[in-house]
T-cell receptor, first 114, second 109 residues
Framework: IAGITQAPTSQILAAGRRMTLRCTQD?????MYWYRQDLGLGLRLIHY???????GKGEVPDGYSVSRANTDDFPLTLASAVPSQTSVYFC?????????????FGAGSRLTVL | GQNIDQPTEMTATEGAIVQINCTYQ??????LFWYQQHAGEAPTFLSY??LDGLEEKGRFSSFLSRSKGYSYLLLKELQMKDSASYLC??????????WGAGTKLIIKP
């Protein structure tokens, strides 16, 4: 593993189903993030974690939950998927929040909810 | 509200120079970032500005004016591989990034 690994790469899901997107980083970064990217819109923050054991809500948290049991893993769960959650989901990490701390992104998970 | 504006799409010729503008209105300012995103791929970091002025990094330069809420990304000697979307993002008062919708740059031979 080098950087951030997301799984699955792509998934088609029936509405109402539960889905967990996995994210693992090997850079020992403190902060991790989940974004969604939709055509014509900027990346929107769903949830974030400043350090293991803590999480926070971003701009569009409804319908999503996260956990941060350890430094490396930050799964995103859709409890009951709806078609409006069709999107490309990016996990990212950074060494900290302030200054020039750069986000490193995973390759993305394309989710289609029918 | 908080807002990041950048053009939706730009077209330029291989070998030429292009300037991509970004204007922002945010509550607080803790730095401005430019990222490059090729189609179907993850965004990758290009540049960071926190003080006014120009930051140069090879063929790419980024400028910031905090008083005007304005930045631009300058790409010189354009290559076909520069065809991508360019994302402007501002770190606001809560230290989270606010993202523009991105500028799709099309390079023609």
């Amino acid at each position: 593993i080098a950087g951030i690994t997301q799984a699955p790469t792509s998934q088609i899901l029936a509405a109402g189903r539960r889905m967990t997107l996995r994210c693992t980083q090997d850079m020992r970064h403190n902060a991790m993030y989940w974004y969604r990217q939709d055509l014509g819109l900027g990346l929107r923050l769903i949830h974030y974690s400043n350090t293991a054991g803590t999480t926070g809500k971003g701009e569009v948290p409804d319908g999503y939950s996260v956990s941060r049991a350890n430094t490396d893993d930050f799964p995103l769960t859709l409890a009951s998927a709806v078609p409006s959650q069709t999107s490309v989901y990016f996990c990212a990490s950074s060494d900290g929040l302030s200054g020039a701390n750069v986000l490193t992104f995973g390759a993305g998970s394309r989710l289609t909810v029918l | 509200g908080q807002n990041i504006d950048q053009p939706t799409e730009m077209t330029a010729t291989e070998g030429a120079i292009v300037q991509i503008n970004c204007t922002y209105q945010t509550s607080g300012f803790n730095g401005l970032f430019w990222y490059q995103q090729h189609a179907g791929e993850a965004p990758t970091f290009l540049s960071y500005n926190v003080l006014d002025g120009l930051e140069e990094k090879g063929r790419f330069s980024s400028f910031l004016s905090r008083s005007k809420g304005y930045s631009y990304l300058l790409l010189k000697e354009l290559q076909m591989k520069d065809s991508a979307s360019y994302l402007c993002a501002v770190r606001g008062s809560n230290y989270q990034l606010i993202w523009g919708a991105g500028t799709k740059l099309i390079i023609k031979p």
